[in-house]
């Protein structure tokens, strides 16, 4: 078993007085792609945000790498540098996609040919070179996921999220995003969480599985890949 990048205990979400979220205890190991699945408003994309420090869970302990999040009500700003999430409707800039995947080198004050150089790894892996002077608004869903992949890659995340990542991308996309996807786990040896209603998508990619249903986690499995 490898070591825990993840671990929940006694964690509520409420929204509006409804419980959103209540899992008594989930843990993740690191380096591996773990699907979370369920119907709509099961709470994948809920825990997700949690998992990705943009939402407060209401009650619970939740710790990266054995570092509890929100001790004493703070969040370290080391642990927001380690983790990135990309969304099901990734938003792009209206400039260039190199530009677009640029951007986080950029405000973290990387060179000019440093940033050059990063862009082009990313572009290749994600196998869009082609795109790099295309204008990021005028892509196809695919094309679009694909970019904001690469630009959540550039910054070197631990733990990349990515939500629904093919629900809003054509039929004829869906594998080829999926193969990216693993070569980018093969690559970069980073912990990749996949939210998913497509229970064989999570079969065919994941190492990791955890079913949520009305909040709850009814299932936690491991696959062999």
């Known amino acids: 078993m490898g070591k825990y990048l993840f671990k929940i205990e006694d964690l509520t979400h409420i929204y509006e007085d409804r419980t959103i979220l209540n899992i008594f205890s989930l843990a993740f190991e690191e380096k591996k792609i773990h699907a979370i699945t369920g119907p709509n408003g099961s709470g994948k994309t809920t825990l997700c945000n949690i998992l990705g ?3 407060k869970p209401t009650f619970g302990k939740i710790w990266y790498q054995e570092e509890m999040f929100y001790e004493n009500g703070g969040l370290p700003e080391r642990l927001r540098k380690k983790i990135t999430m990309v969304h099901q409707n990734p938003f792009l800039f209206h400039t260039t996609v190199e530009k677009n995947v640029a ?5 973290r004050n990387y060179s000019h040919s440093q940033r050059n150089q990063k862009v082009a790894s990313f572009l290749k892996l994600m196998g869009i070179e082609h795109l790099r002077h295309q204008q990021g608004t005028r892509l196809s869903g695919g094309e679009t996921q694909r970019v904001a992949v690469a630009r959540a ?73």
């Open 103 to 107: 951007y986080g080198l950029k405000v």
């Open 53 to 55: 420090l943009l939402l």
């Open 153 to 225: 890659l550039a910054i070197d995340p631990e733990v990349l999220i990515l939500d629904e990542f093919t629900a809003n991308v054509d039929r004829n996309y869906v594998k080829i995003i999926e193969g990216v996807i693993q070569d980018v786990f093969r690559q970069k040896n980073i912990t990749i969480f996949l939210v998913t209603h497509d229970e064989n998508q999570a079969s065919r990619i994941a190492h990791t599985v955890t079913h949520l249903i009305d909040g709850e986690v009814v299932d936690h499995s491991s696959l062999s890949h």
